[in-house]
């Protein structure tokens, strides 16, 4: 009990030092939503390429015609992709395709439909409008080209019949599928989140404890009648406390000024996302002493600590998807503790997942706090 007492009394006075530090509340919270607001103006969204999924239920020359020229005309302005009707759709409503258009049996044959369905995202509004212009465009092109072909639709055959009509490529019915937020700020505002955790881990343990070792104050902690282990205690919960905060705050400002909802704004999502923060945030400042253990000055700890965070923050999916990085690349980087807590942060946010929802990521934190643990029982030292 009087233990207790004494890491609680520990716990309040670091606290306090902690938030009397006007420069550690810049960086820990004004940077990490800086970074969050310019990123998340540059809309990175108008720049990207539309993804388009096609359902063929026609299999004949005009729908392979359809497709051929969508593919040839895009400039690489899209990915086009052919498939069944259920996995596109499934594909679409997961956010991995923008606009899935349906071209229904009898495309393009004498007297048969005239309508292509376009079903678009409005998650992804600038990509949809660009695949539904490319798809515009190629219909009515391979229809002036029939109109052109001298087929004009009635006639006289050489027979002295009536020759068969013109086929008819269709006009566009567009329909808008609703959908959670898939927009790039949508999958930044977790990406932040979860960098910011990190950082406050890391750096903010790493600095703060090889300050007070070249000080001499981590020597007379050990030699004060408290358990050094209680100073520890207050460090540690003092850096969870701000990561939560930290959280809180980034995604009020993703909510407030970007309409990113924590998944279907309930109770639940909010307490996930915590319960997150909270095991991000332990696992990080137990990688920061490990590594205050291994780098014993400032002027070792910087690029000892930038070494270690410097690839995580790149290559962990926080700003960009890692599927645009190099497959080499990816199959790595997919196991970086970054990796894992961004990918649950940012499946609780946008997708609403439940705890067995992300399973792998919390079994990929889970290994990552051992072999972290392990690092700094092994490296930390008093002096």
């Known amino acids: 009990m009087a233990g207790m007492r004494i890491s609680l009394s520990l716990t309040v006075a670091s606290l306090k030092m902690y938030f009397r530090n006007r420069q550690a509340i810049f960086f820990a919270l004004f940077v990490p939503m800086l970074v969050m607001v310019i990123f998340g103006l540059l809309n990175f969204d108008q720049f990207s390429n539309a993804e388009i999924g096609i359902v063929d239920h026609a ?13 040839a005309r895009n400039d690489g302005l899209a990915t086009v992709e052919v498939g069944s009707e259920a996995f596109e759709m499934a594909r679409l409503e997961d956010g991995e395709i ?20 376009a079903i678009t995202d409005e998650r992804s509004p600038q990509r949809a409008a660009l695949a539904m212009t490319l798809m515009g465009q190629v219909l009515g092109i391979l229809e002036r080209g029939t109109l052109q072909s001298g087929n004009p639709g009635t ?22 599928l609703d959908g959670d937020d898939r927009s790039y700020t949508a999958f930044l ?37 408290i358990n050094p282990a209680h100073f520890l205690f207050a460090q540690i919960t003092t850096r969870l406390a701000v990561s939560v905060l930290q959280t809180l705050v980034l995604l009020l400002v993703g909510l407030v000024l ?8 309930d109770l639940a999502s909010w307490m996930l996302v915590i319960v997150l923060a909270i095991l991000g945030g332990a696992l990080f400042v137990t990688m920061g002493l490990a590594i205050s253990g291994v780098a014993r000055t400032e002027e070792v700890a910087a690029p000892v600590t930038n070494l270690v965070s410097m690839p995580m923050m790149f290559l962990s999916g926080v700003f960009f998807p890692l599927d645009a990085l ?11 503790p970054l990796t894992y807590l961004a990918d649950a942060i940012r499946a609780v946010v946008t997708d609403g997942a439940g705890v067995t929802d992300i399973g792998t990521e919390l079994a990929g934190l889970a290994a990552w706090a051992v072999i972290v643990f392990a690092a700094a029982a092994r490296f930390f030292r008093w002096e």
């Open 59 to 71: 299999k004949n020359e005009s729908s392979g015609a359809v497709i051929s020229s969508l593919i």
């Open 98 to 117: 923008d606009a899935l258009f349906i071209l229904p049996d009898g495309f393009g044959e004498p007297g048969g439909p005239v309508t292509v369905s």
């Open 155 to 176: 006639g006289t055959g050489a027979a002295g019949g009536v020759a068969d009509p013109a086929p008819h490529f269709g006009t566009l019915i567009q329909t808008t």
């Open 189 to 225: 505002v977790p990406g932040i989140v979860a960098l910011s955790i990190m950082q406050l881990g890391i750096f903010g343990v790493v600095f703060a404890l090889v300050q007070l070792r070249q000080q001499g104050v981590l020597r007379r902690l050990k030699a004060a009648p």
């Open 258 to 265: 970007f309409d990113v909802a924590v998944g279907n704004n």
């Open 326 to 336: 190099p497959g080499v690349v990816t199959s790595v980087t997919q196991f970086l």
